[in-house]
T-cell receptor
Framework: QKEVEQNSGPLSVPEGAIASLNCTYS??????FFWYRQYSGKSPELIMF????GDKEDGRFTAQLNKASQYVSLLIRDSQPSDSATYLC???????????FGTGTRLKVLA | GAVVSQHPSRVICKSGTSVKIECRSL??????MFWYRQFPKKSLMLMAT?????????EQGVEKDKFLINHASLTLSTLTVTSAHPEDSSFYIC?????????????FGPGTRLTVL
């Protein structure tokens, strides 16, 4: 069974620090990888996607993909209390266009 | 970015009634839309994939006769929860993909919170 795993947390970091969120996946043929942020009671909003090995930066966010090790991570620099949310990793597995979501990591940024 | 709307945002109904939820892509055409369900403190679980002009594809364990999906146009998909029961109470979220198949990006609607009494 194809799986996507995340540490449920909570991950607590002080304001201004770097938050590091990790996600591993089981299907080696996975093609696209997405990070979503979900505030309590709201639907997910896309932060960024990555589909090539290496780093991709967008503002305070950096996604890192390592297909050989089957993990994708999200770094949040200069963390703010408003970044406190659940971060969902979604993977599009080989042969489909469907997402498989991880369970999400709850991030708390302490002021 | 692409905008997806859902209506209603919140609905409370009696057990045994049916509830229809609409999902619209506002600024792009979506040949494929997805319906998810999310229970408290859990992740999103895909219920079905809705394709314009054809029957929806349901995930294992999802009753197609209970969760009726219609994708009538390139901008509208509906989910009808038939004969709702309290265990159907959940947060229902739709998503839609713009026509960029290389990326498989999905944009999510704001969700519909269903409470069945």
């Amino acid at each position: 069974q194809k799986e996507v795993e995340q540490n449920s947390g909570p991950l607590s970091v002080p304001e201004g620090a770097i938050a590091s969120l990790n996600c591993t996946y089981s299907d080696r043929g996975s093609q696209s990888f997405f990070w979503y942020r979900q505030y309590s009671g709201k639907s997910p909003e896309l932060i960024m996607f990555i589909y090539s090995n290496g780093d991709k930066e967008d503002g305070r966010f950096t996604a890192q993909l390592n297909k050989a090790s089957q993990y994708v991570s999200l770094l949040i620099r200069d963390s703010q209390p408003s970044d406190s949310a659940t971060y969902l990793c979604a993977v599009v597995t080989s042969g489909t266009y469907k997402y498989i979501f991880g369970t999400g990591t709850r991030l708390k940024v302490l002021a | 970015g692409a905008v997806v709307s859902q209506h209603p945002s919140r609905v409370i109904c009696k057990s045994g009634t049916s509830v229809k939820i609409e999902c619209r892509s506002l600024d792009f055409q979506a040949t494929t839309m997805f319906w998810y369900r999310q229970f408290p403190k859990k992740s999103l679980m895909l219920m079905a994939t809705s394709n314009e002009g054809s029957k929806a594809t349901y995930e294992q364990g999802v009753e197609k006769d209970k969760f009726l999906i219609n994708h009538a146009s390139l901008t509208l998909s509906t989910l009808t929860v038939t004969s709702a029961h309290p265990e159907d109470s959940s947060f229902y979220i739709c998503s839609a993909s713009p026509p960029t198949p290389q990326i498989n990006e999905q944009f999510f609607g704001p969700g519909t919170r269903l409470t069945v009494l």
